[in-house]
């Protein structure tokens, strides 16, 4: 079955790094989407992405944060300058259409720890 | 706005016990309702779904019902298993809000033999 994969599974950085999350999306879906999750908190919406650009962002996804997709397959969160505040798993996810009824497929996600 | 409450746990269950995992969500247009799990490693699945208001989703064992009148959709097993053991996740979208989802904190299930 096909599947959601991101990498690296564990990422540890110091304050003020960049940092560049990856995720390959199920290869015939065209909506993907970040993901957050702060320990012991909801998961929250980051951005989506349709058509090579931003369709949607929350508050949360600041001028520190981009996406791309750099190629036919890949789909990255990048973190200009980490705070310790940006520690939190990230998921991708992505969907064949967006319609409210319809599932997003989810990756198993990224712990970023920042030092 | 948009938000889900979810049950907060850690919940321990024997096997064979019953399982409810509460979950109610506030909504400002007409939300889809749905229970992500995700076991050890992997990413969130889709457990169940429902649409509409009184669908009852099922999958594996699992049932949930959407209940427009006390906003609710709770998590439900008769008979658990070790291998129910993971993460429950409900979550909502909504047709006022675009694409994204609404998610609650999690509840991690461990059931012991």
């Known amino acids: 079955e096909p599947e959601v994969t991101q990498t690296p599974s564990h990422q540890v950085t110091q304050m003020g790094q960049e940092v560049i999350l990856r995720c390959v999306p199920i290869?015939?879906?065209?909506?993907f989407y970040w993901y957050r999750q702060i320990l012991g908190q909801k998961v929250e919406f980051l951005v989506s992405?349709?058509?090579?650009?931003?369709?949607?962002k929350s508050e949360i996804f600041d001028d520190q944060f981009s996406v791309e997709r750099p190629d036919g397959s890949n789909f990255t969160l990048k973190i200009r300058s980490t705070k310790l505040e940006d520690s939190a798993m990230y998921f991708c996810?992505?969907?064949?259409?967006?319609?409210?009824?319809?599932?997003?497929?989810f990756g198993p996600g990224t712990r970023l720890t920042v030092t | 706005g948009n938000s889900v409450t979810q049950m907060e746990g850690p919940v321990t269950l024997s096997e064979e016990a019953f399982l409810t995992i509460n979950c109610t969500y506030t909504?400002?247009?007409?939300?889809?309702l749905f229970w992500y799990v995700q076991y050890p490693g992997e990413g969130l699945q889709l457990l169940l779904k429902?649409?509409?208001?009184?669908d009852k989703g099922s999958n594996k064992g699992f049932e949930a019902t959407y209940r427009k009148e006390t906003t609710s959709f709770h998590l439900e097993k008769g008979s658990v298993q070790v291998s129910d053991s993971a993460v429950y996740f409900c979550a909502l979208s909504d047709t006022n809000t675009g694409n994204q989802f609404y998610f609650g904190t999690g509840t991690s299930l461990t059931v012991i033999p």
């Open positions: 996810a992505s969907s064949e259409i967006v319609l409210a009824n319809y599932e997003q497929y």
């Open positions: 909504a400002t247009g007409y939300p889809s």
């Open positions: 429902a649409t509409k208001a009184d």
């Open positions: 992405f349709y058509n090579n650009e931003i369709s949607e």
């Open positions: 290869s015939n879906h065209l909506y």
